[in-house]
């Protein structure tokens, strides 16, 4: 299996950390310091996850030069899907014209897109698909508290698309995927689900919000990231030397920095781009991927490993040699 093509797309909305002190007590110095995010895309009032997933998953049909009927089964990895059901997969793959195809979402939080790679890998290596169209799309503005300085300063929307096909070479090369749903609450949409459905009580509580142990989660972030990055890279039998792009999940600079540190990969090698996206949850890997590929910095035959954590809680790698 390879990767065809990759696109991105983004809300034309951008959010900056100095419109966020028009309206929270916080500043851009201490979002800038302890996040690394500078700006944020928001999606209008009209806009939803399948607007932008459909936008992204365009150019990558359009680069791949493909119709959307070439391509067997739709994937949306999406924490933020248009409807808690029907999957937000089944209206993207109608709208690009593939009624009939397979198609559904993959629910992992930030975890999604590596989830979505890992089980697209599974059924194009089987032989199930010749072509699994996988985006990771996200708008998170949605759901965030926008009077919770904790959380709304650093969320963003967008979506990410990959064509994943059937290919002589195998671009997969080993992953680890993991899960400990022992504490929902660390980072959970609490109301709107089956445990707690919305009524009034729930909105006037703000339950209908993202909620986060921020520093729960960001211990969490790092030795996740550092474990499921050394088992992949065994699985694959490789090593933290072959790497030759470490793209990680943008949840916060800091995280990254720590995990870099501990696995001593030099700065040059790791993809970045937090400071205009913010945390795109699925979408931000594939985002990151695609303007890597944009910018012709990842070349036939690189090693690039995939790596993120998020809400189950949850993690996961994938080593990939890029074809
Ligand atoms: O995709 C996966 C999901 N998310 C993550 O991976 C996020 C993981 N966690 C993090 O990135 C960090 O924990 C945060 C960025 C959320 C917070 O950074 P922190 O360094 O862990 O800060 P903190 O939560 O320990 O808060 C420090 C202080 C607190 O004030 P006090 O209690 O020390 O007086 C907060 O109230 O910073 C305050 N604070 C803010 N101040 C200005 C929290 N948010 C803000 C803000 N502006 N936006």
Request: overall charge negative; proline content about 3%; aromatic content about 6%.
């Given at each position: 299996?390879?990767?065809?093509?990759?696109?991105?797309?983004?809300?034309?909305?951008?959010?900056?950390?100095?419109?966020?002190?028009?309206?929270?007590?916080?500043?851009?110095?201490?979002?800038?310091?302890?996040?690394?995010?500078?700006?944020?895309?928001?999606?209008?009032?009209?806009?939803?996850?399948?607007?932008?997933?459909?936008a992204a998953a365009r150019r990558a049909l359009a680069d791949a030069k493909l119709e959307a009927g070439d391509v067997d089964c739709y994937i949306v990895a999406t924490a933020t899907p248009d409807y808690i059901f029907p999957a937000t997969a089944c209206i993207v793959a109608a709208k690009?014209?593939?009624?009939g195809k397979a198609?559904?979402?993959?629910?992992?939080?930030?975890?999604?897109?590596?989830y979505g790679l890992t089980v697209a890998a599974g059924l194009v290596r089987s032989g199930v698909y010749?072509?699994?169209?996988?985006?990771?799309?996200?708008?998170?503005?949605?759901?965030?508290?926008?009077?919770?300085?904790s959380t709304a300063i650093l969320f963003g929307d967008g979506a990410g698309a990959v064509v994943l096909e059937a290919s002589e070479e195998d671009s997969f090369l080993g992953?680890?995927?993991?899960?400990?749903?022992?504490?929902?609450?660390?980072?959970?949409?609490?109301?709107?689900?089956?445990?707690?459905?919305?009524?009034?009580?729930?909105?006037?509580?703000?339950?209908?919000?993202?909620?986060?142990?921020?520093?729960?989660?960001?211990?969490?972030?790092v030795t996740s990231m550092i474990a499921a990055t050394d088992v992949a890279l065994q699985r694959a039998h490789l090593s933290r030397q072959d790497i030759d792009f470490l793209i990680p999940h943008q949840a916060n600079r800091r995280i990254i920095d720590a995990a870099v540190k501990y696995?001593?990969?030099?700065?040059?090698?790791?993809?970045?781009?937090i400071q205009e996206y913010g945390n795109t949850s699925a979408a931000s890997i594939p985002i990151a991927l695609a303007e890597a590929v944009e910018e012709r910095r990842i070349s036939r035959g690189d090693v690039v490993l995939f790596v993120g954590f998020g809400a189950g809680l949850s993690w996961g790698a994938v080593v990939w040699r890029w074809q």
């Open positions: 299996m390879r990767i065809a093509s990759v696109a991105r797309h983004a809300p034309s909305r951008v959010v900056t950390n100095e419109d966020f002190e028009r309206w929270l007590d916080t500043t851009d110095e201490w979002i800038s310091v302890r996040t690394g995010m500078k700006r944020r895309h928001w999606a209008a009032d009209d806009e939803a996850t399948s607007d932008l997933a459909i690009l014209g593939a009624v198609a559904f979402d993959l629910s992992i939080a930030c975890s999604g897109f590596i010749q072509r699994i169209l996988l985006v990771g799309a996200e708008t998170l503005s949605k759901i965030v508290n926008k009077q919770d300085r992953a680890e995927l993991g899960a400990d749903g022992s504490n929902p609450s660390t980072l959970f949409q609490e109301a709107g689900g089956s445990r707690h459905p919305v009524d009034h009580a729930a909105v006037d509580a703000g339950l209908q919000y993202v909620h986060m142990e921020g520093r729960e989660v960001f211990k969490f972030a696995l001593e990969l030099p700065r040059e090698r790791v993809l970045v781009n």
